[in-house]
T-cell receptor
Framework: DGGITQSPKYLFRKEGQNVTLSCEQN?????MYWYRQDPGQGLRLIYY???????QKGDIAEGYSVSREKKESFPLTVTSAQKNPTAFYLCASTPGTTYEQYFGPGTRLTVT | QKEVEQNSGPLSVPEGAIASLNCTYS??????FFWYRQYSGKSPELIMF????GDKEDGRFTAQLNKASQYVSLLIRDSQPSDSATYLC?????????FGPGTSLSVIP
């Protein structure tokens, strides 16, 4: 089955620790995206990548970092510099020729 | 800052009625328009996309686009309790997709 996987589903960390969220897709999609969603809010774009070894900042990139070394993988690191990291993190991908985004199941991060 | 706005909810409709969800956008250059459904605690699911002015129907869902007025809407006919969710409008802006804040829909049995 083709799809997008995110792991883990729930993640708990202490304040001051960096944490990396995994996103893998086997849809052969070119573009991948990371969003953050806070309770009762819409999706805010963190980073996106349209091709391997290239990525761009979204609207709220501060305190986050990404890499795109393989087409299938787009991991997101939440650094200790992110002031309010507790949120629901969503990874999405698109074929690259259209903007139809398909989402993974999400990772719920709690930092205490 | 390009924006996408949606009618404020929550929206409550009785089972079997038509639910109407509206969305406006600010980027006149937008060409692709999407509706996502998001159940509580889950990730968004693409349910409709529309690229041309007019109506597009898919089962009980109809998307309507008016580029001159910069609005896109979603009609859900014969609403079912299983349609109760948050509906997100999304619009492309250059090489990104901008999401609206969502409208919560509740279908009352």
């Amino acid at each position: 089955d083709g799809g997008i996987t995110q792991s883990p589903k729930y993640l708990f960390r202490k304040e001051g620790q960096n944490v990396t969220l995994s996103c893998e897709q086997n849809l052969n999609h070119d573009a991948m995206y990371w969003y953050r969603q806070d309770p009762g809010q819409g999706l805010r774009l963190i980073y996106y990548s349209q091709i391997v070894n290239d990525f761009q900042k979204g609207d709220i990139a501060e305190g986050y970092s990404v890499s795109r070394e393989k087409k299938e993988s787009f991991p997101l690191t939440v650094t200790s510099a992110q002031k309010n990291p507790t949120a629901f993190y969503l990874c999405a991908s698109t074929p690259g020729t259209t903007y139809e985004q398909y989402f993974g199941p999400g990772t719920r991060l709690t930092v205490t | 800052q390009k924006e996408v706005e949606q009618n404020s909810g929550p929206l409550s409709v009785p089972e079997g009625a038509i639910a109407s969800l509206n969305c406006t956008y600010s980027d006149r250059g937008s060409q692709s328009f999407f509706w996502y459904r998001q159940y509580s605690g889950k990730s968004p699911e693409l349910i409709m996309f529309i690229y041309s002015n007019g109506d597009k129907e898919d089962g009980r869902f109809t998307a309507q686009l008016n580029k001159a007025s910069q609005y896109v809407s979603l009609l859900i006919r014969d609403s079912q309790p299983s349609d109760s969710a948050t509906y997100l409008c999304a619009v492309n802006s250059y090489d990104k997709v901008i999401f609206g804040p969502g409208t919560s829909l509740s279908v009352i049995p």
